[in-house]
C-alpha cells in the first residue's frame, strides 16, 4: 500500500489531454484548469509555503464530497483553512492505494476536463 509523486505523475498524464504546467508539479487537463498538484505547507507564520511531495491537493465536485472523503478515511484525507470552500481535498499519498489514487485522479480529471473531451473518453473514442 501507498503512493508516490511518481505515481501520481504516471497516472495524471495518462490521463487524455492532461500535461504538467512547466517545471510545477501541477497537472491540467487541455492546458487549462488544474486536477491535482503539490500541497506547499505553511512551515513557519509570515514565510513562504514549502512544498510537500507526500501530499497532493486533488479537485473534488465540491465542499460536500470532500468532507465525505475526510469523514471516511481522516488519515488519508484531510484539509487546512487555506482550502476552506475551495474544492480539492488534500491526500497523504503513503496511506492511499495505486488503485485508489487512480479513481481519485480520474475523477478530478473529469471534474476539471471540458464536457465534450469527457463525452469522448466515455464513448472509448480515440483522442488527440
Not at 511518481?6 to 487537463?29: E, M
Not at 512551515?43 to 491537493?57: G, H, S
Not at 472523503?69 to 499519498?93: C, M, Q, W
Request: hydrophobic share 40%; charged share 30%.
Amino acid at each position: 500500500m501507498g503512493s508516490d509523486a511518481g505515481d501520481v505523475h504516471r497516472i495524471a498524464l495518462s490521463l487524455p489531454h492532461a500535461t504538467q504546467d512547466g517545471s510545477k508539479i501541477r497537472y491540467l487537463v487541455d492546458g487549462g484548469k488544474a486536477f491535482a498538484w503539490t500541497w506547499k505547507k505553511r512551515i513557519e507564520p509570515k514565510r513562504p509555503r514549502i512544498e510537500q511531495l507526500d501530499v497532493f491537493a486533488v479537485r473534488v465536485a465540491n465542499e460536500e464530497e470532500k468532507q465525505v472523503l475526510i469523514a471516511s478515511d481522516p488519515a488519508k484525507f484531510f484539509t487546512e483553512p487555506h482550502y476552506n470552500g475551495y474544492p480539492a481535498v488534500l491526500v497523504r499519498l503513503a496511506e492511499i492505494d495505486s488503485d485508489e489514487l487512480t479513481e481519485l485522479l480520474m475523477d478530478a480529471w473529469r471534474i476539471a476536463a471540458p464536457r465534450k473531451l469527457v463525452a469522448e473518453f466515455d464513448a472509448g473514442s480515440p483522442q488527440d
